[in-house]
């Protein structure tokens, strides 16, 4: 992205990766309150015009946001998301009515993935993923917003995409041939993803640019008759 003039900013939400705090506390509300403190930093940093982006489980995060609070927002990408927690649960084993009763029982339902990490799934977690509906907050939204999808998808299906995208306002949907879920079966499929992503981030920024320039030359004008 620095290649391109773009800023990035990455995050672990809390009890992932290299953030602390226990993953066993997390709940969607709970991740969403860092993404809002993440956006508030950059924002403190003097950034103006930001696109968020989320992947997986983040994608729904990214989609709950009560984007009206950051006018620095410019648009959304939502790559291989989960924005149907309901939908979501009839094919994930992780997020059966069975697991959910074993973290009713114990506080937690715990996985171990495959790098052999363990994970505690808390009953918060459960509970709020059978109240919540991501997409039901984007799809009014008048931002523009990019669904990227791998065709291999079968975690998160591709139709999920193509459903909600039909859904929203400004939408644009991009499905890579051969990407399966987070695109690490193909380095093609991922390079895809990639520029499709890039180019829409540069042109969004590029638009507000233009629209910025034209502001500022409207007021000039009209200073200049004062």
């Known amino acids: 992205m620095q290649s391109l003039n773009i800023n990035s900013f990455r995050f672990d939400f809390r009890g992932l990766g290299e953030s602390s705090g226990q ?3 997390t709940t969607p509300l709970k991740e969403l309150a ?6 508030e930093y950059v924002i403190s940093l003097g950034y103006q015009d930001i696109v968020l982006l989320g992947t997986s489980f983040g994608g729904s995060i990214v989609s709950q946001l009560e984007h009206k609070k950051y006018p620095s927002i410019k648009a959304l990408v939502l790559w291989y998301s989960v924005l149907d927690y309901q939908e979501f649960a009839k ?3 992780e997020l059966s009515k069975e697991k959910k009763e074993i973290a009713d029982k114990q506080g937690y339902y715990e996985k171990t993935n495959s790098k052999g990490t363990i ?3 808390g009953k918060d977690f459960y509970n ?3 109240s919540l509906v991501p997409y039901k907050n984007i799809i009014n939204l008048d931002l523009p917003i990019l669904f990227v999808h791998g065709l ?3 975690i998160v299906p591709y139709e999920s995409s193509v459903k909600i995208s039909k859904m929203c306002k400004r939408p644009q ?3 890579i041939k051969n990407g399966n879920h987070s695109f690490t079966n193909n380095k093609k499929a991922m ?3 990639i520029n499709v992503t890039t180019k829409y981030i540069k042109n969004i920024l590029n638009r507000k640019k233009i629209k910025g320039v034209v502001a500022l030359w409207k007021r000039l004008k009209s200073n200049r008759k004062n």
């Open 91 to 93: 094919t994930n084993e």
């Open 152 to 154: 291999k998808d079968t």
């Open 191 to 193: 390079n895809e993803a």
């Open 34 to 39: 860092d993404l809002e403190s993440t956006i």
């Open 173 to 175: 949907l991009e499905l």
């Open 119 to 121: 994970f505690k799934i």
């Open 23 to 25: 993953f066993v506390e």
């Open 128 to 130: 709020e993923v059978c």
